[in-house]
């Protein structure tokens, strides 16, 4: 069955530093790929999107993620995090003929100050 | 352009009333779905419908739940004699041709809680 794939359910990190959010996938095909991140209380924004071409893929709020064939991964990364980052995040893909869109089980971000 | 409005924000029902949860999509959108986020969970699609018709339900439980999506009106989400269980944060997000390439807008959500 295709999934998607959320190693890590808690990271914590250092306004500032850098972030790297990882997500996986097992699809035949290369799938259409997408992150999301919600904010406490609230509903889910999305960050970008992957369909094809450029394997890195630039998003609102100053994220980007690339696609990675050979690792079946599709990781989220911010150069510098900001306070306001800390949210959970959310990759997703669609499923079932492209009806609905499978989620991973998401990656609780804290930003320490 | 109004977002994917969902109502109520919040609802509280007792065990065995009815939660009734409503979403309009937003504006040229005809492709509605829904989705339950249980607690330390992430989303998981119940229901796709498009106007009057449901698409795929396959997420949906086999009892006690139904979804429309009315030719006029919003969609809704009827959960009946809810039982605690059903406490959850459920999502309607709409896209303007069916998922794909196309993008799910989701709203902010409706957070039932079963006393």
């Known amino acids: 069955a295709q999934s998607v794939t959320q190693p890590d359910i808690h990271i914590t990190v250092s306004e500032g530093a850098s972030l790297e959010l990882r997500c996986n996938y097992s699809y035949g095909a290369t799938p259409y790929l997408f992150w999301y991140v919600q904010s406490p209380g609230q509903g889910l924004q999305l960050l970008l999107k992957y369909f094809s071409g450029d394997t890195l893929v630039q998003g609102i709020k100053g994220f980007e993620a690339e696609f990675k064939r050979s690792q079946s991964s599709f990781n989220l990364r911010k150069p510098s995090v900001h306070w306001s980052d800390a949210a959970e995040y959310f990759c997703a893909a669609p499923s079932g003929g492209g009806n609905k869109l499978t989620f991973g089980t998401g990656t609780q971000l804290k930003v320490e100050l | 352009n109004a977002g994917v409005m969902q109502n109520p924000r919040h609802l509280v029902r007792r065990r065995g009333q009815e939660a009734r949860l409503r979403c309009s999509p937003m504006?040229?959108?005809?492709?509605v779905y829904w989705y339950r986020q249980l607690p330390e969970e992430g989303l998981k699609f119940m229901v796709y419908?498009?106007?009057?018709?449901?698409?795929?339900e396959s997420g949906m439980p086999k009892e006690r739940f139904s979804a429309e999506f009315p030719k006029e009106g919003p969609s809704i989400l009827r959960i009946q004699q809810v039982v605690r269980g059903d406490s959850a944060a459920y999502f309607c997000?709409?896209?303007?041709?069916?998922?794909?390439?196309?993008?799910?807008?989701f709203g902010a959500g409706t957070r039932l809680s079963v006393l």
């Open positions: 997000a709409s896209s303007l041709d069916p998922v794909g390439k196309n993008i799910q807008y």
């Open positions: 419908l498009q106007k009057e018709n449901i698409i795929d």
């Open positions: 504006k040229g959108h005809s492709h």
